[in-house]
Every structure is written in structure tokens, then in C-alpha cells.
């Protein structure tokens, strides 16, 4: 659990893989654009600095973060990735829609692993306010989409390893 004053998204680059060879895809809500668009520089800036080439990141926008998961399935499909990054972010409100959509997505990117070769990775912030989110998509506790890459980045060489 993140504690008040700990930024999350620090990462020695000497001991991950370097991902020049890898080819990743991005499907990103559009909805709280203003969180979910950090959440992505993050990755890609991460994927980056760790080799990735700008030429094989794949950016899919998707209206809402119940349809990362068509978009990731799509992706995995069509574009030739070795991994898919899903980055969407969902703020409570006062109906049970936060708990169903949280709940949906979750369990979809779950059944994407379980039945794909392809790792998708879960970048999903359920905070209870848009403070929170502020705060995990570039603010004090650092930067989720960060993370996201640097679990891309791992569990891609991982499948490499394993084939």
C-alpha cells in the first residue's frame, strides 16, 4: 500500500530488460483523459529510456475504461505486440457503477492472461477521488504508467525466456 510521501515509480534501469527488440501496444481511455493521459507519457517515456523505439509503441484510444478490454483483445489480434499495456482510470462516485466497471475490467484483463500468450498489463487507478488520481499519474506518489512499463517490460521477457 502506498504511504503518503513514497513516490512508487522509481526504477534502477540496470536491472531491466532492455526492450529494443520488443513491440508493445497502449490502449488508453479517453475518459479522465487528463489522468489517463499521464499515465501513458509515463509508459512510453519509460518504455523508451529502458530501448523500447518509438516505432514499435502502439497507441489505441478507447472511449471508457470498460473497453480496454476490446481494445487489448483487438490489439493482440491485429498488431503483431508482444505485450499491451491497458491504462484507464475510474473515480467514485455516489453509484455502484465505480464497483461494476472496476469489477468488469478487472476481471476481463484477468481472462485476457488466462486465455492469451500475450501478457496484458493492468494500469487501472480506482481511487476514491480525482485527488488520488492526480497524485498516481505524475504527482507525489509517482507515476502508474510508469510501473505498467516497467511490468511490460519484465513480463514481455519473460514470455521471450519461456518460449
Known amino acids: ?30 475518459w479522465n483523459g487528463h489522468i ?9 517515456d519509460t518504455l523508451i529510456d529502458c530501448g523500447a523505439l518509438p516505432e514499435n509503441i502502439i497507441k489505441w484510444e478507447v472511449p471508457g475504461s470498460f473497453e480496454l478490454i476490446y481494445g487489448a483483445k483487438r490489439m493482440m489480434d491485429t ?6 499495456i ?7 462516485g455516489e453509484t455502484m457503477h465505480f464497483e461494476f466497471v472496476c469489477e468488469g475490467v478487472t476481471q476481463g484483463i484477468k481472462d485476457l492472461n488466462v486465455i492469451g500468450d500475450i501478457p496484458v498489463i493492468f494500469c487501472l487507478l480506482t481511487d476514491n477521488n480525482e485527488q ?6 505524475g504527482g507525489k506518489h509517482g507515476n502508474k504508467g510508469v510501473e505498467a512499463a516497467i511490468t511490460a517490460i ?7 525466456r519461456s518460449k
Request: aromatic share 6%; hydrophobic share 30%.
Open 1 to 30: 500500500m502506498a504511504t503518503e510521501n513514497k513516490n512508487l515509480s522509481h526504477y534502477d534501469k540496470n536491472t531491466i530488460p532492455n526492450a529494443k527488440d520488443f513491440r508493445f501496444g497502449i490502449v488508453v481511455s479517453e
Open 132 to 137: 488520488q488520481s492526480i497524485e498516481r499519474s
Open 154 to 160: 519484465k513480463m514481455t521477457d519473460l514470455r521471450e
Open 79 to 84: 498488431q503483431n505486440v508482444d505485450c499491451v
Open 86 to 92: 491497458t491504462i484507464g482510470c475510474v473515480i467514485k
Open 36 to 44: 489517463t493521459g499521464g499515465l501513458y507519457q509515463g509508459a512510453v
